[in-house]
């Protein structure tokens, strides 16, 4: 349904643009008035007048209830998600176990929680918040 309200709302917008650029500026009636040739239009003496501004009217009412239309739709969603296989940073992750060795004496093969250090330094602050003036 919003694909096919976009498409109406684009060739509404095209032809507001022409209809637009169609009609004549407020000046062009006083050449006619001394006998230019612009008074022999495809519409009439008059006709080209109220017929474009009748269209003006039309199309710019069929382009705001589009764009009404399109706003409420954007606002209105469902509350899908389109990131519905990405996992959530919040979600607990298990480790694997380790897995013990077979071989004896093999250095290589030990499992990463005996290869770290059974003691680590604490950061040092510093000293910039030792309480004292």
């Known amino acids: 349904m919003s694909v096919l309200l976009i498409i109406v709302h684009v060739i509404v917008c095209i032809a507001l643009i022409m209809i637009v650029l169609l009609q004549t500026g407020k000046g062009a009636d006083m050449g ?21 501004s009748k269209a003006t009217t039309v ?32 979600a607990p992750v298990t480790a694997a176990p380790a ?25 040092s602050t510093g000293g910039a918040n030792t309480g004292t003036k």
């Not at 612009?38 to 003496?45: D, E, H, K, V």
């Not at 399109?70 to 969603?77: D, F, P, Q, R, V």
């Not at 093969?109 to 950061?123: C, I, L, V």
Request: charged share 5%; net charge neutral; no cysteine.
């Open 32 to 52: 006619a008035a001394f006998g230019g040739g612009s008074s022999q239009t495809l519409f009439g003496n008059t006709g080209a007048s109220t017929f474009l």
């Open 59 to 90: 199309a710019a009412v069929v382009f705001m209830i589009t764009s009404l239309t399109l706003a409420y739709l954007s606002t209105n969603t469902s509350g899908k998600s389109i990131m519905t296989h990405v996992q959530s940073p919040t």
């Open 99 to 123: 897995s013990e060795s077979t071989g004896a004496g093999n250095a290589s093969q030990t499992s990463p929680a005996a290869a770290a250090p059974s003691s680590q330094a604490a950061p």
